[in-house]
């Protein structure tokens, strides 16, 4: 990628999703379905409750990053999207962890139902429908 188009995708308020992030998401990803398949045979439904949700942040995030993910060419996405897909993502690691205390101990878990989205990013304008080629 040309500095041109660096500078270009920054003034229009896009961002590149780094390999290590996308990786990182992708581990997330792989852990929550580690977590569901821990979770077949619990029988405490809150626990179960509580890694549909971390399931349900991760499904959200990667449609937010489809775009980034599509092929090995790098797409940008706009960078609200990236940082609403970067506060998804950050939920899944406390909801496992309440999900497992919860599986193990039932009533432990400081995590009450329903679980909300929480912050949501606000854009000062309106979000582009499709990236600036």
Same mark, same amino acid.
């Given at each position: ?30 852990? +929550? ?6 979770? @077949? ?7 179960? #409750?509580? /890694?549909?949700? &971390? =399931? ?30 970067? +506060? ?6 406390? @909801? ?7 599986? #193990?101990? /039932?009533?432990? &878990? =400081? ?23």
């Amino acid at each position: 990628m040309s500095i041109l188009n660096r500078i270009r995708t920054i003034l229009a308020g896009e961002r590149y999703c780094s390999d290590e992030h996308l990786e990182g998401y992708h581990r997330i990803g792989q852990d +929550v379905y580690v977590l569901e398949m821990e979770l @077949l045979d619990a029988t405490e439904p809150h626990a179960k #409750a509580i /890694a549909r949700a &971390a =399931r349900c942040f991760q499904v959200i995030g990667d449609a937010l990053l489809q775009d980034a993910r599509e092929d090995d060419q790098k797409r940008s996405v706009a960078s609200i999207t990236h940082e609403q897909a970067e +506060v998804l993502y950050g939920r899944i690691p406390d @909801l496992m962890v309440a999900a497992r205390q919860e599986a #193990a101990f /039932a009533g432990s &878990a =400081r995590v009450s139902l329903p679980i909300r989205l929480g912050k949501r990013v606000e854009s000062g304008h309106t979000c582009p429908l499709e990236p600036s080629c």
